[in-house]
């Protein structure tokens, strides 16, 4: 027996010399990417930021995003590793397309924040930490809606083949309604602030009212209901809200910013950035079915209910 574990030690640790000698990628071997910037869709050019430096590390340009990414690695010397990478920036709105085989093909986080950039734009001496963080707390005030790689790669595999992202104007932080191919629109502020109260995933911890008031806001919740009626379909915006100040006031301005947001995605646009596709498959299904997705989105009417939670 002593003799049979002999024989059976040293191919194990053949084994383990194996997996971690010299074939293996080391963590020290590893370039570590907290964002990227792609531009020139024709020829793409991509520039890599890490977690420590405030402006970009490296650079690389290819016939493919793929060979871009690996002339940005060659300056490094390191293999790249992107599956901890938390923005990915672009000025094309054709990028979109790739982002379904770049989730595949580099293993990426489906919480990685995804972010149009204004023409003329560039990150190079931008730190996209902090600026990662900035969504975040857009998100948390509820200024924009949040969003993600995963979530948006849902929504372009939907009907309308539309998704939210994030961009900014001078202003601030808003939202545009790309397709894999296209930018479709740029939503105002005031939109970007409605589509957080329709589809329910964050809220503002105040808002300010026409009163000059301020309401602060407890708890929130949205649901979505649909009704066939014939050649049409009633969309019910219905969200329940408690908190502390003039509730009418808070009332009137939640409803307002949810009619700007459903006129300016839904009815300019003609996207479903609301969750519209999911609701009526199964509310109204045979309404759903019996018509060109086109046709249902004209056909729609919309109602906005906010009830005061006791």
């Not at 040293?10 to 084994?15: E, I, R």
């Not at 219905?238 to 009815?267: K, N, P, Y």
Request: proline share 3%; glycine share 6%; net charge negative.
């Amino acid at each position: 027996m002593t003799h049979k574990r002999f024989l059976v030690l040293p191919v194990f640790l053949t084994g383990a010399l194996l997996l971690t000698g010299c074939g293996a990628t080391q963590v020290r071997d590893r370039a570590y990417v907290q964002g990227i910037e792609l531009s020139r869709i024709a020829e793409p050019t991509v520039h890599l930021h890490d977690f420590s430096a405030e402006s970009a590390v490296s650079s690389g340009t290819g016939s493919t995003l793929e060979t871009a990414l690996e002339q940005a690695a060659i300056p490094l010397g390191k293999a790249l590793f992107l599956g901890h990478l938390e923005l990915i920036a672009y000025h094309e709105a054709a990028f979109s397309g790739t982002l379904d085989s770049l989730m595949t093909q580099y293993r990426l986080s489906p919480s990685c924040h995804v972010l149009l950039l204004p023409a003329g734009t560039v990150l190079d001496d931008t730190d996209t930490s902090q600026l990662g963080e900035q969504l975040r707390r857009a998100e948390e005030n509820g200024v924009l809606p949040e969003t993600n790689l995963f979530g948006i790669l849902r929504e372009m595999d939907s009907t309308s083949q539309t998704a939210l992202v994030p961009t900014f104007m001078e202003n601030g932080f808003t939202a545009a309604i790309l397709t894999p191919k296209t930018r479709r629109s740029i939503l105002s502020a005031d939109a970007a602030a409605g589509l957080c109260w329709i589809r329910g995933d964050n809220f503002p911890a105040q808002i300010a009212t026409a009163n000059r008031q301020t309401y602060r806001i407890q708890s929130a919740s949205t649901r979505l209901a649909a009704a066939a009626h014939g050649d049409h379909a009633d969309i019910t915006v219905q969200i329940q809200l408690r908190g502390e100040g003039d509730f009418s006031a808070a009332q009137e301005r939640i409803a307002a910013l949810c009619s700007t947001a459903i006129d300016e995605s839904v009815r300019q646009a003609q996207a479903d950035v609301l969750g519209l596709e999911a609701c009526l498959r199964s509310q109204c299904h045979h309404f759903y079915t019996s018509h060109d997705w086109s046709e249902v989105l004209s056909a729609l009417e919309f109602h906005i209910q906010i009830q005061e939670r006791n």
